[in-house]
Structure formats: structure tokens, C-alpha cells
């Protein structure tokens, strides 16, 4: 039933290590997106992706990369994790690119000690 | 620059009692704006896509609006079970992705 779903929904790591966040969504959208949210709640925009390729790609330090196996998912990768990188990542899909609303997935929380 | 500005940071309201939440933005080219709910621990919620000045949706107790410069979320009657974070978002024309307010974070006292 699910409709965007992310895991780990919780993921406590030390700094340096490197980690991955897997998303999949399950209905039927064309582009993907990776959010972070940050202490103060503030929803920023990483990357976009349409048709496994990349659309949208923020000031985002070359640590994170995002893969796109296929349209129905959208992994994020982090090399040498940071304290600063400690927050809630957020993956989206829609229909669409433009004008359509996108479906959130409920989130992972990374914490690095 | 697109930006998106939301008023009240937080709202605190009794039970029936009703009022309007505030979303201004600037964007070049407005492909839509957008309303979610978000409660802790979860993803933002999809209610409301409006696309032209004048327009407005409704769902239950919501109402939103749209001008060329700023849209409200009227909540009429609200009950505790709408108590959350309610966040405003536009898409420009250049790039795809929605640009967020800090939200409004609303409760709501029986």
C-alpha cells in the first residue's frame, strides 16, 4: 500500500563512514527527488531525477551521489559523512516534472555522532 | 530568486475556533503552489495544488486560495486532528523542483 517508502528510517553512524539511503515508490511517476530537511524543519531541494536521468542537481557536496537503477527508485550515497550532514533526507516522486504535486516518503533521520 | 514566506510560525487556536494561515511568494513563471501537511515523524502530505490567481480548493475543514502574490489556508471549525505543520511550496518555471516555507505550525486545543 505503501506509496513511497525510504529505508532505513533510521540510520545513527559515526562521522566518516559511508552510508546509503534506499527509496522506492510505487506509483507509476517519472521523476524522483531527494530532500533534506534540516534542524529548523526547512525542506530544501537535492536532486531531481527523470527517467533515471539527472535533472535537478543543488549545491550538494560531490559526497553525496544519487543512483537511479530505474524509474521506481532512487538511492542516495554518502562518502565520508559529516556532523553537518546530521538531518532528515526526504524522498519525493510525481507525474511529471512541472505542475504535478509531488508524494513524500516519511523520511530518514541520520545522525552522526 | 524564488521565495516562499509563511505567517504565522505558529498558530495556537481553540477547538471551532477558525482562522487563516498566510503564504507569500515570489516565483518567475508560477507552475503551481502547493499545501502540505506534515506531522512529526512523517512526510509532508499532499492537499492542495492551485495554479492561477482566484482559484481555490476544499477539502473538510480546509480552504486555500491563490492571488499573483500570496495564498491562504482558511481552516474553518478546526478540530485537534488538524493540529500539524502546514507548508506552503511553489514551482517556478525554470526548474522543476518546489521551493518550501518554514511552515506554520498549527495546534489546536479541545
Known amino acids: 500500500d505503501t506509496a513511497v517508502s525510504q529505508t532505513p528510517k533510521y540510520l545513527v553512524t559515526q562521522m566518516g563512514n559511508d552510508k546509503s539511503i534506499k527509496c522506492e515508490q510505487n506509483?507509476?511517476?517519472?521523476?524522483m527527488y531527494w530532500y533534506k530537511q534540516d534542524s529548523k524543519k526547512f525542506l530544501k531541494i537535492m536532486f531531481s531525477?527523470?527517467?533515471?536521468?539527472?535533472?535537478i542537481n543543488e549545491t550538494v557536496p560531490n559526497r553525496f551521489s544519487p543512483k537511479s537503477p530505474d524509474k521506481a527508485h532512487l538511492n542516495l550515497h554518502i562518502n565520508s559523512l559529516e556532523l553537518g550532514d546530521s538531518a532528515v533526507y526526504f524522498c519525493?516522486?510525481?507525474?511529471?516534472?512541472?505542475?504535478?504535486?509531488?508524494?513524500f516518503g516519511d523520511g530518514t533521520r541520520l545522525s552522526i555522532l | 530568486e524564488d521565495q516562499v514566506t509563511q505567517s504565522p510560525e505558529a498558530l495556537r487556536l481553540q477547538e471551532g475556533e477558525s482562522s487563516s494561515l498566510n503564504c507569500s511568494y515570489t516565483?518567475?513563471?508560477?507552475?503551481?503552489l502547493f499545501w502540505y501537511r506534515q506531522d512529526p515523524g512523517k512526510g509532508p502530505e499532499f492537499l492542495f495544488t492551485?495554479?492561477?490567481a482566484g482559484e481555490e480548493k476544499e477539502k473538510e475543514r480546509l480552504k486555500a486560495t491563490l492571488t499573483k502574490k500570496e495564498s491562504f489556508l482558511h481552516i474553518t471549525a478546526p478540530k485537534p486532528e488538524d493540529s500539524a505543520t502546514y507548508l506552503c511550496a511553489v514551482q517556478g518555471g525554470s526548474q522543476g523542483n518546489l521551493i518550501f516555507g518554514k511552515g506554520t505550525k498549527l495546534s489546536v486545543k479541545p
Open positions: 506509483l507509476g511517476h517519472d521523476t
Open positions: 519525493a516522486s510525481s507525474l511529471g516534472q512541472k505542475g504535478q504535486p509531488q508524494h
Open positions: 492551485l495554479y492561477s
Open positions: 531525477y527523470n527517467n533515471k536521468e539527472l535533472i
Open positions: 516565483v518567475s513563471g508560477l507552475r503551481g
